[in-house]
């Protein structure tokens, strides 16, 4: 949570040095009240959000990349596929949604997406960097500790209280 705090300190800073203009030329444009209304629901004060670069996209790209990056190291890509496919389809709906509601451009949403990505990234290097396991969200689990279905197999049954004669 320390290293997502990070990236989400940084996104609003870089985010609060782009201009607002009414032109796409360089900055965000400026919202129409029906993207005010749809665009800024939750936010910690009266002036509209708190960044211009967009915190869910900063979220989405910062925990795909530190899940990731311990998924790889550990070896488990197989026992992870839903992560692999549910993250990008939050990411593309969630650009999607920003883009269609006027609340965000597609190079804003970007930006938002590659420094969570970059400080997820990081975080998790810095993590496994310190040798303890129980920091990572893995607790470095290996492919032996995952369970398995298992395999059929023929038991032979016998009434209780017949037992084998040794002969």
């Known amino acids: 949570m320390v290293g997502l705090l990070i990236a989400a300190v940084i996104t609003i800073l870089l985010g609060n040095l782009i201009p607002n203009t009414s032109d796409n030329a360089g900055g965000i444009p400026v919202q129409s009240e029906y993207a ?9 004060g009266a002036d509209g959000p708190i960044s211009k670069l967009p ?9 795909i990349a530190y899940l990731s990056y311990f998924i790889s190291i550990n070896n488990l890509q197989a026992q992870n596929i839903p992560t692999f496919i549910l993250f990008p389809i939050l990411i593309v709906a969630d650009m999607f949604w920003s883009t269609t509601n006027g609340c965000s451009t597609s190079i804003m949403l970007i930006c938002g997406l590659i420094i969570g990505l970059i400080f997820g990234t990081l975080w998790a290097m810095i993590i496994e960097s310190t040798n303890v396991a129980d920091l990572s969200y893995f607790s470095g689990i290996s492919n032996k500790d995952v369970c398995s279905r298992p395999t059929k197999s023929l038991y032979k049954c016998r009434p209780v209280g017949t037992a084998k004669t040794a002969k």
């Not at 005010?36 to 910690?44: D, G, M, V």
């Not at 915190?55 to 925990?63: C, D, E, H, N």
């Open 55 to 63: 915190l869910s996209q900063t979220v989405f790209g910062y925990t």
């Open 36 to 44: 005010k209304t749809k665009c800024n629901q939750l936010t910690l």
